[in-house]
């Protein structure tokens, strides 16, 4: 070895060895650094939403500010590329606090790769917390447009029709209605849709909070107008001799009639049911269809039933009931010969309950006297009887009719014309040169053939 040392050539070579290897660990020394600090990335995304961790049972979150952040990823390039900040759950922490305001550090929950890190700025958030309160507030229902011509919307229908709102108690105070509105333009059959709820104050300003349920379903009517009328029933035939119907009980008094407006408006009552009594000796329940009159019309219900009770009869007659004389012609008099008191009696026949309760003064009696010329008339006495109460007798008037008489006229006296005065024109024939003497005046006591003694002449 002492050999080898003392040799020149062999400590050259040594040396020569040695920086070799020095140099090549400097190299690779500086080659790893260089790598690495190629590889290294980052990527920035902003308005990444902040969560609030609170007990959603009790509390309500008022504010988050700022609600949103801006979070950089630093790291390796690769690692960097297989996420994605936009994903990143990012939270601050209330879930020991109670309400109050405070000022707090957000954090991630997602997990990141091995040499990644994360920036968040700002790291930290004002929270404003309160306690949580639901409110009952009413659902209301918004139509818009109108539906086809001749139709008419009804009140929407939905369940319930009572929703709960829940959230900050500063703000679901002020709730006081869930709206939704519906389209019901055009429409000729019910609209039914799934509408989503938004709460709104008195003002009409929107209401943050949770509605529970948020979505409703809701039926709007759609029918042709609407008009409710009596029902009434034409009654055919009479019961058999000796029975009487004594009541009658309908399952529907009236109907609901849909048309158009301008049909509805001329119908004051809707019939075409027809009941025949005939030949009727016990009660019966008669259940029938109520016809439809009228393509253009809907009629609710489509049935009805009625029960009709039938008894035996019993007669009455009733005296001194007033005969009424509806309105003559004008140009004649009349004048009732029979009966001479202008009181008649009828007998009438019906159930006992009905008979038993009717009085002179709820029956009238009226002979037709209109559009009679002069002559003697018998005439038929028209009765008002209630209900299933038959008539017995058949009872006539008999009156006088004469014209009346004209009244004479006195002749018209003719006017005596009055004279005319008569003018004299001054005589033409007298010359020029004549003179014209006046002629004496002629006294009223002088005789018509003697001539004046006061008139002369010149020879």
């Known amino acids: 070895m002492d050999k080898w040392l003392s040799n020149t050539n062999v400590v050259r070579i040594v040396a020569l060895c040695i920086g070799v290897l020095l140099w090549v660990v400097v190299h690779l020394d500086v080659q790893s650094n260089t790598t690495v600090s190629a590889t290294d990335s980052k990527n920035t995304v902003t308005n990444v939403m902040v969560q609030a961790l609170y007990d959603e049972t009790q509390y309500s979150i008022v504010s988050i500010e700022p609600a949103e952040v801006t979070v950089t990823m630093k790291g390796d390039a690769s690692n960097i590329k297989q996420m994605n900040p936009g994903n990143f759950k990012l939270v601050t922490d209330l879930s020991k606090l109670s309400a109050g305001t405070y000022e707090l550090p957000v954090t991630t929950e997602s997990e ?68 939704a509105t519906i389209s019901i333009d055009g429409a000729n059959q019910d609209v039914v849709k799934k509408v989503k709820l938004t709460a709104y104050d008195k003002a009409g300003n929107e209401v943050k909070g949770t509605i529970s349920p948020p979505v409703l379903e809701v039926d709007v009517p759609i029918t042709l107008p609407m008009k409710a009328l009596p029902l009434q029933i034409k009654w055919i035939g009479q019961p058999a001799s000796g029975f009487a119907v004594s009541a009658i009980a309908q399952s529907v008094e009236q109907v609901n009639v849909y048309g158009t407006q301008d049909v509805l408006d001329k119908m004051e009552f809707y019939d075409g ?43 009455k007659t009733l005296e001194g009931i007033p005969l009424t004389l509806n309105t003559p012609g004008a140009n004649v008099d009349v004048r009732l010969t029979a009966p001479a008191s202008g009181l008649v009696g009828i007998t009438v026949e019906g159930a006992p309950s009905i008979i038993d309760r009717l009085r002179v003064q709820d029956v009238t009696a009226q002979a037709n006297v209109s559009n009679l010329s002069a002559g003697s008339y018998e005439l038929p006495i028209t009765v008002s009887l209630p209900q299933f109460v038959k008539r017995l007798d058949g009872n006539k008037a008999v009156v006088e009719v004469t014209a009346k008489a004209r009244p004479e006229t006195s002749p018209v006296p003719t006017p005596t014309p009055s004279p005319t005065p008569v003018q004299t024109a001054p005589p033409t024939d007298v010359p020029v040169s004549a003179s014209v003497h006046p002629s004496p005046a002629v006294t009223p006591s002088a005789s018509a053939g003697s001539p004046s003694p006061a008139a002369s002449a010149s020879p």
């Open 112 to 179: 990141l790769l091995k040499g990644v890190t994360l920036e968040i700025v700002p790291n930290k958030v004002k929270v404003v917390m309160e306690e949580k309160k639901m409110k009952e507030i009413p659902v209301q229902i918004d139509l818009s447009g109108q539906p086809a011509a001749g139709f008419r919307a009804g009140t929407p229908v939905m369940n319930p029709s009572r929703v709960y709102i829940s959230g900050p108690a500063s703000k679901i105070e002020s709730a006081e209605s869930a709206r």
């Open 273 to 315: 049911v027809e009941i025949d009594l005939n030949g009727l000796r016990e009660d019966k329940v008669f259940s029938l269809e109520i016809p439809v009159k009228n393509k253009q019309l809907k009629v609710e219900p489509a049935k009805l039933e009625v029960k009709v009770t039938v008894v035996p009869s019993v007669t």
